[in-house]
């Protein structure tokens, strides 16, 4: 059974970091694309960052690049979201995602509040 396990939520203050961490079981990472969406409070959930299956290329949404890193350890089955620079409408529920095969599947979903 393929489980994403995310860890690193939390409330984080305007211009602070924060890093997400994403570990699968039952599964390898590399042979998926893996991806970090999040959903804001009365949107719909949106991708942020993405690590095509096999290569190490991540691509950004316009909204976070240049201050979100989205980075993959194969050895440890886990892809991370480095998150600098952070503001107020970054506040949302961020979500792993492991796309290719059927079904996809997604991770629980990790709080983080961005407050002054």
């Known amino acids: 059974q393929v489980q994403l396990i995310e860890s690193g939520g939390g409330l984080v203050h305007p211009g602070g970091s924060l890093n997400l961490s994403c570990v699968a079981s039952g599964t390898l990472i590399y042979i998926w694309d893996m991806g970090w969406f999040r959903q804001a409070p009365g949107k719909q959930r949106a991708l942020v960052a993405r690590i095509v299956r096999k290569t190490d290329d991540a691509n950004y949404s316009d909204s976070v690049r240049g201050r979100f890193t989205m980075t993959r350890d194969v050895a440890k089955n886990t892809v991370y979201l480095q998150r600098n620079n952070l503001a107020l409408e970054d506040t949302a529920i961020y979500y792993c995602?492991?796309?290719?095969?059927?079904?996809?599947?997604w991770g629980q979903g990790s709080q983080v509040p961005v407050s002054s």
């Open positions: 995602h492991a796309n290719f095969l059927r079904p996809d599947h």
